[in-house]
Structures are given as structure tokens and as C-alpha cells.
T-cell receptor, first 113, second 110 residues
Framework: KAGVTQTPRYLIKTRGQQVTLSCSPISGHRSVSWYQQTPGQGLQFLFEYFSETQRNKGNFPGRFSGRQFSNSRSEMNVSTLELGDSALYLC????????????FGQGTRLTVV | GIQVEQSPPDLILQEGANSTLRCNFSDSVNNLQWFHQNPWGQLINLFYIPSGTKQNGRLSATTVATERYSLLYISSSQTTDSGVYFCARDRGSTLGRLYFGRGTQLTVWP
């Protein structure tokens, strides 16, 4: 069965712009989590959605937001981009509820210039 | 706070050598996973192992939950094993958030 799909794979944006990243989880998975990876900070949790509800949010400014649709697909949005937002953004899906094993997508590499 | 400590931070091996990577964690866990990050950035699942021992080919992992550590063994290393290995744990609940260690950078030379 298909894995976690993230689009786009690469993105270059200018400071001040906004960006939307997409994640399609494994079929049947209802939980989607987002992580930011940078060389300095490592892998940091952004937020988690389960059945269209945000269950958990990391320590990121309000410029970072997300949502989940009824088909479990998720999007995250970053507004007013800053140079420091350049990172690899990873999405993970899990069945949720009592089964928490996470499976990751290939990531979206965002470069802000 | 929730801690995940991985050691060593860097490991350099000759092809064919064996290695052990360690992950120490605080508190009980519902989920503990090992990942290998490939050169393109994707986290590849190696093991889901909140307790016990599992083996998959040349790789095996053991988690001793009562002593709060997990070990990843790589036998007969190959150059394709190079990359960063991450250990990640949950909060001990059904929430999906994972806490990651800083990783072990493994380099295998031919």
C-alpha cells in the first residue's frame, strides 16, 4: 500500500511570502503529525491532528498553522516567511488511538531567500 | 522534561564491522522507534520496539523498558548503512507526538 506522500518535495520562497505544504497519510491512518528539521535544532514537533482535530501543538509561533481534512489529508501553512524557516518539513502518519507507530513521508525541503 | 539521549554522536566504521547504538530515555514509553534517515531526508522505519527484542536481517534492537534504554545493533556494516540513526519516543500516551534524540551519524568506509 502507498506510503505517506508529501508535496511538493522542494520549494523556494522569498521572505514575507506564505507557503502551504501537503501531506497524504497512509490509507486508514487517522493521525498526522508535522516536524521541522534544521541542523541546529534537530527534529522539532510542530503539531498533531487526529480526526480533523488538533490534539497537540509544539512551541512554534502563530505563523505556523495546520489543518486536517475529513479524508485525513493534512496541510500546514507558514505565513510571513523568515529566513530561519528554511528547513526540512516532515509529516508522519499513524493509525492513532492505541496504535502510535509513526511512518514518515519523504519531506518537503523549504528554502527561504 | 522528556529526554532522549543518543550515543555516540558520531561513529566511523570499516565495512564488515559491528556496532551498537544506544538510546537512553526518561519515564515509561508507549512507543519507541528507531529510524534511519537516508541522504534525501526521509526517515525510514527500522524498529517499533517499546520493549523486548526484534531482529530484521543484519539489524536488531533491544529495549529494556524498566532500565529506560534501547540498543540498536548493526552487524557486518555496509556502506549503505551510512547515515543518521534516530531514536524517538512518545510521551507514554496515545498522543502521536514523538520526542527525538539528536541522532548518531554513522559513516561506513569501504
Amino acid at each position: 500500500k502507498a506510503g505517506v506522500t508529501q508535496t511538493p518535495r522542494y520549494l523556494i520562497k522569498t521572505r514575507g511570502q506564505q507557503v502551504t505544504l501537503s501531506c497524504s497519510p497512509i490509507s486508514g491512518h487517522r493521525s498526522v503529525s508535522w516536524y521541522q528539521q534544521t541542523p541546529g535544532q534537530g527534529l522539532q514537533f510542530l503539531f498533531e491532528y487526529f480526526s480533523e482535530t488538533q490534539r497537540n501543538k509544539g512551541n512554534f509561533p502563530g505563523r505556523f498553522s495546520g489543518r486536517q481534512f475529513s479524508n485525513s489529508r493534512s496541510e500546514m501553512n507558514v505565513s510571513t516567511l523568515e529566513l530561519g524557516d528554511s528547513a526540512l518539513y516532515l509529516c508522519a502518519s499513524s493509525k492513532g488511538e492505541w496504535e502510535t507507530e509513526a511512518f514518515f513521508g519523504q519531506g518537503t525541503r523549504l528554502t527561504v531567500v | 522534561g522528556i529526554q532522549v539521549e543518543q550515543s555516540p554522536p558520531d561513529l566511523i566504521l570499516q565495512e564488515g564491522a559491528n556496532s551498537t547504538l544506544r538510546c537512553n530515555f526518561s519515564d515509561s514509553v508507549n512507543n519507541l522507534q528507531w529510524f534511519h534517515q537516508n541522504p534525501w531526508g526521509q526517515l525510514i522505519n527500522l524498529f517499533y520496539i517499546p520493549s523486548g527484542t526484534k531482529q530484521n536481517g543484519r539489524l536488531s534492537a533491544t529495549t529494556v523498558a524498566t532500565e529506560r534504554y534501547s540498543l540498536l545493533y548493526i552487524s557486518s556494516s555496509q556502506t549503505t548503512d551510512s547515515g543518521v540513526y534516530f531514536c524517538a519516543r512518545d510521551r507514554g500516551s496515545t498522543l502521536g507526538r514523538l520526542y527525538f534524540g539528536r541522532g548518531t551519524q554513522l559513516t561506513v568506509w569501504p
